[in-house]
């Protein structure tokens, strides 16, 4: 595990939330709380293990590097329908009316990739 | 010898391209510097905001009887101060600044998952103006409180539209910041720059490690809470049973006492980076710290508890036995700031005052934090203004200190130019005035009985002197507010004519690799004429100084 010490951090991080449940269960709580306090160790183990993935296919530091930009530009667009979405359950589901287009318009300018030519 | 990283950008052959200056360029940036500037400014206008909210409260308490503010209003203003703080202003400035720095310290040219990031701002920002439109309502804004319990927050309580825009706002604004959680934590775990092992990484991102881990495990729960409560307001039989009543306060104080130390650990290390730099030398017991850092992360999901005492439904024993054991975490982290304190020869320039202001001050917050989180005492003051006051001096006393520390430490790297120091000095001073006399008072306000959350009190209630010098303190603390944005005004409008007092790169003679790079930073942060220095430590630039001096 020396080799991939990122996701003992996070693997260590998770057991920590583990044996502090575990002590927990000692003292009793309701039911709700050991489900919910699992379920966070459960992510935090998954969490652990997609760092575990991503460190052995390759290396813990690096000298090349991807900077992903394309597509940026359907963010905001994302952003704005997924707001309407959820104002949809305050003020009625004809939002969606405006909402679904707009997550269109954002899906579409992922495809196509536009972006923002920065140097 | 470490290599500088190359990078390999994507030719960007499809797709309409986005002028870099304009508007445009901003709003759709996967620059991570321009999404931490959005992010933080974003905050920091929030921050304005919620700062006139609290005048009109201490205006309004300021004396007894006063009708200045109705109960409605006031009610819909405390709340609104309260979760505008919380949830848009001291969260996301402390996720930001991470965007920001954490791949400049990580030598990495970019943020881990980009678009997401920058999706997180938008559902961030997007959630900040969902919330406050609660105000423009027939109905008013959201008046329940930042933790609205049921069955006060349900429909039947809290009728009206403004108390769903708050459910909304703070969902959208909360899982942005997941987002931007899960990419500053990816980006340390997995983008380092050759050389930059993790016992080498700097304090500043180990407290974001233990930031993020909080953030991607804690603040779902929130998530499940509005849930709760946006189902219990279309369903007014849900909260009729007592298990969904204390299952909201569960799931809410999950979220809840983590995020204190979302809004806590970042200025930490922030304040642990000032001193260090301004003492010249390296920050003493990294590696306790960065121990104590993900153990207190840990401790602090077991809490949460301590938050629900009162209600006779909660394992008390177990969360006052782990509320207390963070004091061993807590020591730890303060005796490193002493240790790099003592016996240096500091230089006490306006972030250093900040970071020194920020050590006594937390400590107030802290301690008093440690009897809350105690059931007898907890008892007592429960729901008083010794609450208040505490958490007044964790989040301002505290956290807002070692905000304020990092603004004047890194804004010479944003934006290449000085804040004026005199009116930086200002600001602290009338700040740390302020501070003291707004909520010092509130210690014995809530000992001699004055409830939170109170519109008004009766003359012979005894409360008039201490809320009129907490008054006064308010007042101070506007007037500092004020000096900082004329500082910042002033010099960023003195920036765009030319006639600003430059920077330079490294004004500061920093300890980490941002300071390595030229003063604002390039695209992909290290240009590629000025390789990274060798990251020998988790201070390579003070090494290097102190070879180059050697040598000499």
């Known amino acids: 595990m020396r080799r991939h010490p990122s996701a003992v951090v996070v693997a260590g991080w998770a057991l920590l939330n583990g044996v502090l449940l575990a002590v927990l269960a ?46 940026a530009g359907a963010v905001p667009p994302a952003a704005a329908g997924l707001l309407l979405v959820a104002l949809g359950f305050v003020y009625g589901h004809w939002l969606l009316c405006v909402a679904v287009p707009l997550l269109g318009v954002s899906a579409a300018l992922a495809v196509r990739g536009t972006t923002a030519r920065e140097r | 010898m470490t290599l500088a990283p190359s990078t390999r950008a994507r030719p960007d052959d499809s797709g309409r391209p986005v002028p870099p200056g304009g508007w445009l360029g901003w709003i759709s940036t996967t620059d991570h510097k321009r999404v931490g500037l959005l992010t933080a400014a974003t905050s920091l206008v929030l921050l304005l905001l919620m700062g006139v909210l609290a005048l009109l409260m201490r205006g309004q308490l300021a004396r007894p009887e006063e009708t200045f503010l ?36 990580t030598g990495a040219p970019g943020i881990a998952l980009p678009r997401l990031t920058l999706l997180g701002y938008w559902l961030y920002a997007f959630g900040a103006l969902t919330l406050l439109a609660g105000f423009a309502t027939p109905t008013g804004a959201h008046a329940a409180g930042w933790f609205s319990y049921p069955p006060l927050a349900d429909a039947e309580y809290s009728p009206g539209t ?8 703070v969902f959208l604004a909360v899982t942005g910041a997941i987002l931007q959680g899960w990419a500053v934590l990816w980006t340390i775990l997995r983008r380092r720059t050759r050389g930059m092992t993790m016992l080498r990484l700097p304090v500043f991102c180990w407290a974001m490690i233990a930031t993020c881990l909080m953030v991607i495990g804690a603040f779902p729960a929130l998530l499940a809470a509005l849930t709760l409560l946006a189902a219990g307001r279309a369903d007014a039989s849900l909260f009729a049973s007592n298990a969904w009543n204390i299952g909201y306060q569960h799931l809410f104080w999950f979220y809840g006492h983590p995020v204190v130390y979302v809004m806590f650990f970042p200025y930490l290390a922030a304040v642990a980076e000032v001193l260090a730099v301004f003492c010249g030398r390296r920050f003493f017991g990294y ?12 401790l602090s999901m077991s809490v949460w508890g301590h938050h629900m005492f009162a ?24 005796f490193g700031m002493l240790g790099t304190v003592l016996g240096a020869r500091p230089r006490l320039r306006t972030p250093m005052l900040f970071a020194l202001a920020f050590i ?98 009766a003359a012979f209630d005894g409360f008039g002197t201490l809320n009129l010098l907490a008054g006064i303190g308010a007042a101070l603390l506007a007037a500092g507010m004020a000096v900082f944005v004329v500082n910042v005004l002033r010099t960023l409008h003195a920036r765009r004519l030319g006639r600003a007092r430059p920077a330079g790169d490294d004004p500061w003679d920093g300890h980490t690799l941002e300071w390595a790079t030229p003063s604002p930073p390039p695209r992909l942060n290290f ?6 220095p060798p990251v020998t430590s988790f201070a390579p630039l003070l090494d290097l100084k102190r070879r180059e001096g050697s040598r000499a």
């Open chain 2, 360 to 457: 006594p001050q937390f400590l107030i917050g802290g301690l008093t934090g440690i009897m809350v989180g105690t059931p007898v005492i907890d008892y007592h003051v429960t729901d008083s203004y010794f609450v208040v006051a505490h958490l007044h001096y964790v989040l301002f006393a505290g956290s807002a200190f070692g905000l304020f520390a990092a603004v004047y430490f890194w804004f010479p790297k944003v934006t290449g130019v000085l804040l004026d120091e005199g009116m930086g000095r200002l600001h602290f001073w009338l700040l740390v005035a302020g501070t003291n006399l707004t909520f010092l008072p509130m210690f014995a306000l809530g000992y001699l009985g004055m409830p939170r959350r109170v519109s008004t009190y």
């Open chain 2, 162 to 169: 403004g108390s769903d825009l708050w459910i909304v706002g």
């Open chain 2, 311 to 334: 209600t006779g439904q909660a394992a008390n024993d177990y969360y006052s036995l782990t509320s207390i054991a963070l004091l061993v975490p807590a020591g730890v982290e303060y």
């Open chain 2, 527 to 532: 240009p590629a004429d000025r390789p990274l």
């Open chain 2, 70 to 105: 109705g109960p409605h209003l006031y009610d819909q203003v405390f709340t609104v101060h309260g979760s505008g703080m919380i949830y848009l202003v001291m969260t996301p400035f402390a996720l930001g600044l991470g965007v920001y720095l954490v791949p400049l310290q």
């Open chain 1, 26 to 71: 000692v003292y009793g709580e309701s039911p709700l709380v050991y489900w919910l306090w699992g379920g966070v160790v459960l992510v935090l183990a998954l969490a652990a293990a997609a760092v575990l993935v991503s460190s052995r296919s390759a290396p813990d530091q690096h000298v090349r590097y991807r900077v992903p930009d394309r597509g």
């Open chain 2, 287 to 298: 590696r306790g710290t960065v121990l104590s850092l993900l153990v207190f992360a840990a």
